[in-house]
């Protein structure tokens, strides 16, 4: 059982958790818990350190960020001490959750869960782990896992103790269509493919961190996103609650062509205007730009028109664009281009559904639609299950409600 920032925002919602807890245990399952830090905890943490210095120490920087969860680890273990629940917390050096040394976004190697087991086993005792943080065995250091990186620990803890299940609770009853708080038409879905709700992760939809979804595809834990707002009394546990089901392709029965949209606004493009139509270019853009660990994502290249020169547009987060500019203009030499123009104020929309692979022009639907909204396309990527759509950033609701009709996927209801 997993709960998220909002879900332990003050000490009524974590006791609201420990009845959650206690209603599952009463039922006669076992259950390890993982948590969050408290809404707006980790982000005041993560300013603190910026505001200290902007080129914090990485090591510094995950010692003072994981302490968010501990707090709320140790706080939801005595309100359920409280409840008559045997509870004990557990921060990530204790049980140990052993991690790569990326500090900031390390990824998690080992996790022995032989120990939870046995306690529960022998005096019914749940384990509360703080989530977010595990520790680098050489270094002896704390380490996190990124952004959201608590699902990771929560499905990383259900692989180590063999979970049937790994329920992540949150301020949503389940993964939608689009983000419900855009589109109020968004549907629940029921289940969702892992290589779906794969893309629609990394694809701008929040509710799961990117790595607990691929975390999950691997080891084969279940994953269920419910809400942690019902009443914790009113739910049967043994039951069918409202919620999704992160699984396998073949569980699913009935398949749409589309399944959900994703949106993000951390994107920013560059266009290297002018360059050499030859070999080796492209390696001399993007070469510098993995050395420096930037990510690139979409890259879109014309065909030049007199043979000789051509311009390469690409996008990467925006929090790397600055850096991206540098590292080009550095490369200016080797690259040889006119001009690099660049805009932050972009947002890539993504189409995704597995039914895509047997299914033809589901793209071509969207940029006409688009287009009936004189929304401009600035550069577009597809893959076997997914396209995106990268477009003026004040456009991403139009965007996003215009496709999520056009794919018929708004909720009659509302
Ligand atoms: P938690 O604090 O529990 O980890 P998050 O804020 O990380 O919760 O994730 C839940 C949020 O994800 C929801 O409040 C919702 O706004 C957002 N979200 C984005 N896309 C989707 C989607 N397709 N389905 C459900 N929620 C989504
Ligand atoms: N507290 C961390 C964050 O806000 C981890 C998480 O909530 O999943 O990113
Ligand atoms: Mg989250």
New binding site residues.
């Given amino acids: 059982m997993?709960?998220?920032?909002?879900?332990v925002a003050d000490i009524d919602r974590i006791r609201n958790v420990a009845r959650h807890v206690k209603r599952e245990v009463d039922a006669g399952h076992e259950v390890a818990v993982v948590v969050?830090a408290m809404?707006g905890t980790t982000n005041q943490l993560v300013a603190w350190c910026e505001a200290a210095s902007l080129l914090f120490d990485a090591r510094e920087y995950d010692a003072v960020v994981a302490t968010g969860e501990e707090v709320t680890a140790g706080l939801l273990a005595i309100t359920l001490q409280d409840l008559d629940v045997n509870a004990r917390s557990w921060q990530g050096w204790q049980l140990p959750i052993l991690t790569s040394d990326a500090h900031g976004s390390a990824r998690i190697l080992e996790v022995n869960g032989e120990e939870l087991i046995r306690r529960f086993r022998e005096r019914k005792e749940v384990a509360v782990v703080a989530g977010f943080q595990g520790l680098h065995k050489q270094t002896g250091r704390i380490t996190t896992l990124g952004r959201?990186g608590?699902?990771t620990s929560a499905v990383a803890i259900a692989a180590a103790i063999r979970a049937d299940r790994c329920d992540?609770?949150?301020?949503?009853d389940?993964?939608?269509?689009?983000?419900?708080?855009?589109v109020p038409r968004?549907r629940?879905?029921d289940k969702v493919a892992f290589e779906e709700m794969l893309e629609?992760a990394s694809l701008?939809?929040?509710?799961?961190?990117v790595r607990s979804v691929e975390l999950g595809m691997v080891h084969n834990v279940r994953i269920f996103?419910r809400s942690?707002f019902e009443a914790p009394d009113k739910i049967d546990p043994h039951g069918h609650p409202p919620g999704?089901l992160i699984c396998d392709e073949g569980e699913i029965m009935e398949q749409q062509t589309v399944t959900?949209?994703?949106f993000s606004r951390d994107e920013a493009q560059i266009s290297v205007r002018q360059v050499q139509d030859k070999p080796g270019v492209a390696a001399a853009i993007f070469g510098p730009l993995a050395e420096t660990n930037i990510n690139v994502d979409m890259i879109v290249q014309n065909v030049s028109a007199d043979g000789k020169t051509t311009d390469i547009t690409f996008t990467v987060p925006a929090a790397d664009y600055q850096r991206a500019l540098d590292v080009i203009t550095k490369a200016k030499a080797a690259v040889g281009y006119a001009r690099l123009d660049g805009a932050t104020d972009v947002a890539k929309v993504s189409v995704i559904g597995i039914g895509m692979r047997s299914h033809a022009g589901v793209a071509a639907l969207a940029f006409k639609a688009l287009a009936e909204r004189s929304i401009n396309i600035r550069a577009i990527t597809t893959s076997e299950i997914k396209f995106s759509l990268l477009i003026d950033a004040a456009f991403t609701e139009l965007a996003v409600r215009t496709l999520h009709s056009l794919y018929q996927l708004d909720n009659a209801a509302v």
């Fill in positions: 997993k709960f998220g920032g909002t879900s969050s809404s959201g608590s699902d992540i609770y949150t301020d949503v389940g993964v939608y269509t689009t983000d419900p708080r855009v968004a629940r879905l629609l701008g939809a929040k509710v799961l961190q996103v942690s999704t959900g949209i994703a």
